[in-house]
């Protein structure tokens, strides 16, 4: 259990060092393109399966170097854990670049935070560990 807490508190500032590099802002207009939009409905896609591989693969690493060993369906539940988002397996790509748009969309007030930190709100939201999805 101390791995765990260790590995996610790497995680987190690690994660943190480096999410300013895209807010919200820059994000919302190309998350929320409907009709007409292709091109940037589909960077919007790229990017958020882009950003949720590339925490999860983070996080899944620390416990790797921490020697946590475990099956991989046991890595998998320590990374939901770490990043506070447990959405199911039946989740889609397109799914949770919708549930992104709308949290964009939803939360103007917080569109000028990291574009990373938003999208785990919005899983957190949607997809809350121990919730009934």
Request: glycine share 8%; proline share 2%.
């Amino acid at each position: 259990m101390k791995r765990l807490i260790a590995a996610a508190l790497i995680t987190a500032c690690s994660s943190a060092a480096h999410a300013n590099n895209l807010t919200g802002n820059d994000l919302h207009r190309m998350c929320n393109q409907h009709e007409g939009s292709d091109l940037l409905n589909s960077a919007c896609a790229f990017w958020v399966i882009g950003a949720w591989e590339g925490m999860k693969w983070g996080a899944a690493s620390v416990l790797f170097v921490a020697n946590e060993g475990g099956s991989a369906a046991q890595i998998n539940q320590d990374v939901n854990l770490i990043l506070g988002t447990c959405a199911p397996e039946s989740a889609t790509w397109e799914q949770q670049t919708d549930v992104f748009a709308k949290y964009l969309a939803d939360h103007p007030e917080t569109r000028h935070d990291s574009a990373r930190s938003l999208l785990l709100a919005s899983g957190r939201e949607a997809f809350p560990c121990g919730g009934t999805n």
